[in-house]
T-cell receptor, first 111, second 113 residues
Framework: QKEVEQNSGPLSVPEGAIASLNCTYS??????FFWYRQYSGKSPELIMSIYSNGDKEDGRFTAQLNKASQYVSLLIRDSQPSDSATYLCAALMEYGNKLVFGAGTILRVKS | NAGVTQTPKFRILKIGQSMTLQCAQD?????MYWYRQDPGMGLKLIYYSVGAGITDKGEVPNGYNVSRSTTEDFPLRLELAAPSQTSVYFC????????????FGPGTRLTVT
């Protein structure tokens, strides 16, 4: 079982729609979770972090965490073509104290 | 601040050659990391450092070496390059042990032929 799993996509949504990206993790002891955005040929950049169960909102982005289900999601409201990128989910594993990344979900926003 | 810088941006190596990938940060971060990213894959941790003089292996350390003589610099050494080391290499840093909000450099695209 992979430690952090994401659907590779691509996920295609029309401009202005809500994009929903999902991630599951295997280490029940994980406490910290991150969403990174990576444009093609560029380095990852942090867009959201979440540490507690529930929702965390930042502008058009909402991160959701459910530790009982070991599930993290990222919602992007009013999706724009500039949101087209690969979104990487990362979890801080309790053992080894290291950040483990999923393979990423490709998002395409069609204008 | 320049953030995290990496050199070179691109490099082609022949099998068996060696090279050093440079990484520097000017944010006074204690923690630094080296990752590799293969096409369609996530980031795999190669080595990391929690401070000057302290390094430890990550998930895929074979074929690589690191050193951390200063807070700012964290070079990655490839010895006897192999085609399996063809990848994009990212260096990252973070401020605190409890904060894994890592900041990434622009990456080095390495091809071994």
């Amino acid at each position: 079982q992979k430690e952090v799993e994401q659907n590779s996509g691509p996920l295609s949504v029309p401009e202005g729609a809500i994009a929903s990206l999902n991630c599951t993790y295997s280490d029940r002891g994980s406490q910290s979770f991150f969403w990174y955005r990576q444009y093609s040929g560029k380095s990852p950049e942090l867009i959201m972090s979440i540490y507690s169960n529930g929702d965390k909102e930042d502008g058009r982005f909402t991160a959701q965490l459910n530790k009982a289900s070991q599930y993290v999601s990222l919602l992007i409201r009013d999706s724009q073509p500039s949101d087209s990128a690969t979104y990487l989910c990362a979890a801080l594993m309790e053992y080894g104290n290291k950040l483990v990344f999923g393979a990423g979900t490709i998002l395409r926003v069609k204008s | 601040n320049a953030g995290v810088t990496q050199t070179p941006k691109f490099r082609i190596l022949k099998i068996g050659q060696s090279m050093t990938l440079q990484c520097a940060q000017d944010m006074n971060h204690n923690y630094m990391y080296w990752y590799r990213q293969d096409p369609g894959m996530g980031l795999k941790l190669i080595y990391y450092s929690v401070g000057a003089g302290i390094t430890d292996k990550g998930e895929v350390p074979n074929g690589y070496n690191v050193s951390r003589s200063t807070t700012e610099d964290f070079p990655l050494r490839l010895e006897l390059a192999a085609p399996s080391q063809t990848s994009v290499y990212f260096c990252a840093s973070s401020r605190l042990a409890s904060s894994y909000e890592q900041y990434f450099g622009p990456g080095t695209r390495l091809t071994v032929t």
